[in-house]
């Protein structure tokens, strides 16, 4: 079964390089071409990532939501995702594509925590890094062929006809990508145990807080260097989309290159991130920058992989479903978090290189200084700042929910007066009138 499911999970990750190129990349060119500007983008995406960070919350304290029906809800969900981009493409009001890429963006928070839980469920953490290693090369070598289709279609056909055409296109090839799923044999998820709780809740903090840090730098990244690009160093379109294949072509090498060295040489993949907004900022000439996204896509598919590769080593403390489920958490709330910097420094790319290079520094310190893989102390001091970093945010977080019961109640009890005052003024005014006065 290994095997064949091995094939039938890189067969999957194909067709959906191909779906996604054809839809979730066009996306905001489609925003753009029926005249959204950043602001309406911005919103689509803060609603849309702060429902699936919902939805991600709620399978983290239910997880057993996700162990019943494993398959039905996989194929349900997966379905849905493709089909939805549809109606987006057939609506031109921000309110409806909102709802639609919010269901869009629930069913691929559902379809990402059961996808992780079938992998590490399925194989042990030799196998996760092989099968983790073949779909990422699979999806990004079938996105080529993709982004290619992508650029021909939007090259050759009306302008009333070729975004409609294109997603639909995508959305039908991506339901092929359901089909294959279809045949894998799911049986053994029926009813995973879900353990009461983390065993070392101290190592998966400080391993998500990187995690978390990271992808959101990144995505923080991925808002603000286009623009940069394009808007202050007068780069032309043709090479901004030149940018995403070079991305794309490096990631495959990177994917290559990462999937079979030990963990702790990730630590140049994760040090030499913070080089990546540095020289992004600091590069006046537009063709350079494809360098630069080269060096940057390379390491950053290491230091990703190093993200699955470490919760597929503490499979047995963490649990297989909560692991799944973090991982998809993780990736919404670094969405929702990169967002909101878009929209409050906007055209301030000083501030917003700069958030980059701050959070990606965070990111990296977290590395070296908890996570005992990759650490630059010795593994017993990693552990030591990771329960000490884990202690200090828990006695925080206790302390701040209880400063917000206590507010609360006082604004409850604050409203019951003011309800009482003014039923009183009412009576007082009733009476008055009663009495003719």
Do not use: C
Not at 148 to 173: C, Q, R, Y
Not at 225 to 246: H, Q, R
């Amino acid at each position: 079964m290994s095997l064949s499911l091995r094939l039938l999970l890189t067969l999957e990750m194909a067709f959906a390089g191909i779906y996604l190129a054809l839809t979730r990349n066009l996306l905001v060119i489609y925003l753009a071409s029926i005249e959204f500007d950043v602001g309406g983008i911005s919103l689509i995406t803060l609603i849309a990532t702060a429902i699936a960070s919902l939805v991600s919350i709620i399978l983290w304290r239910f997880p057993n939501l996700l162990t019943r029906r494993v398959k039905l809800k996989l194929l349900l969900f997966h379905a849905l995702e493709r089909v939805f981009w549809i109606p987006i493409v057939l609506v031109r009001d921000l309110v409806s594509i909102a709802i639609f890429y919010t269901v869009i963006s629930f069913s691929s928070t559902i379809i990402v925590s059961l996808m992780n839980l079938l992998i590490y469920l399925s194989f042990d953490e030799a196998g996760v890094r092989d099968v983790t290693a073949k779909r990422a090369i699979a999806g990004n070598l079938m996105s080529i062929i993709g982004s290619m289709a992508a650029i021909t279609t939007l090259a050759m056909l009306p302008e009333d006809l070729k975004f409609v055409i294109t997603f639909v296109m995508g959305s039908l090839i991506g339901l092929l990508a359901t089909l294959v799923l279809s045949i894998a044999d799911m049986r053994h998820l029926e009813g995973a145990e879900v353990p009461r709780k983390v065993e070392r809740p101290e190592q998966m903090f400080t391993i998500s807080s990187f995690l978390l840090a990271m992808l959101t730098s990144s995505n923080l990244l991925g808002i603000v260097w286009t623009p940069y690009l394009m808007g202050v160093l007068g780069a032309p379109d043709y090479l901004a989309a030149t940018m995403n294949f070079i991305s794309t072509i490096f990631g495959i090498v990177g994917s290559f290159f990462w999937a079979r060295r030990s963990l702790g040489s990730f630590r140049l993949a994760i040090g030499s991130l913070i080089l990546v907004p540095i020289a992004a900022f600091i590069t006046p000439i537009p063709t350079a920058h494809l360098g630069v996204m080269a060096f940057g896509s390379f390491m950053f598919t290491g230091a990703s992989f190093l993200g699955n590769f470490l919760f597929a080593r503490y499979l047995r403390e963490f649990g297989a479903v909560r692991s799944s489920i973090m991982l998809s958490m993780l990736a919404n709330l670094s969405q929702l978090l990169a967002t909101p910097f878009g929209m409050i420094f906007s055209q301030s790319y000083m501030l917003l290189f700069t958030s980059v290079i701050l959070i990606r520094l965070l990111s990296v310190a977290l590395a070296f200084l908890t996570v005992p893989e990759v650490a630059t102390v010795p593994e017993e001091v990693a552990r030591t700042y990771s329960q000490l970093i884990y202690a200090n945010s828990l006695m925080g977080y206790s302390y701040i929910l209880e400063t917000s019961k206590e507010v609360v109640a006082l604004t409850v009890r604050l409203l019951a007066l003011a309800m009482v005052l003014i039923l009183l003024y009412i009576l007082y005014k009733f009476i008055f009138f009663l009495a003719g006065v």
